[in-house]
């Protein structure tokens, strides 16, 4: 299956802006972040404390819902879903 991943700021320079990334059925969000981990220098650093929690710097959407609701590292995926990640921001 084929899932899209868009980054946003610093994951953008990690990732660049938009990929696409081909994973076996079954495979859950956790698969996919650490696929791209090993082949992007500095994503895992980024994304994961020393625990393997997710970071609170790096928020991660999939298919624009906030993957706490989904899951978490545990969502499973499915063809054509999108990925956003990108650092929390504030505004005022």
């Given at each position: 299956?084929?899932?899209?991943?868009?980054?946003?700021?610093?994951?953008?320079?990690?990732?660049?802006?938009?990929?696409?990334?081909?994973?076996?059925?079954?495979?859950?969000?956790?698969?996919?972040?650490?696929?791209?981990?090993?082949?992007?220098?500095?994503?895992?650093?980024?994304?994961?404390?020393?625990?393997?929690?997710l970071?609170?710097?790096a928020?991660?959407?999939?298919?624009?819902v906030?993957?706490?609701?989904?899951?978490?590292?545990?969502?499973?995926?499915?063809?054509?879903?999108?990925?956003?990640?990108?650092?929390?921001?504030?505004?005022?």
């Amino acid at each position: 299956m084929k899932v899209n991943v868009v980054a946003f700021a610093n994951f953008r320079e990690i990732l660049g802006k938009e990929i696409e990334v081909a994973l076996p059925a079954g495979a859950r969000l956790r698969d996919l972040l650490d696929l791209l981990a090993k082949s992007h220098l500095g994503l895992h650093e980024e994304v994961y404390e020393p625990t393997g929690a997710l970071k609170d710097t790096a928020m991660i959407m999939l298919n624009r819902v906030n993957i706490d609701s989904q899951g978490g590292l545990d969502a499973a995926l499915k063809e054509g879903d999108e990925l956003a990640i990108f650092p929390p921001f504030a505004g005022g």
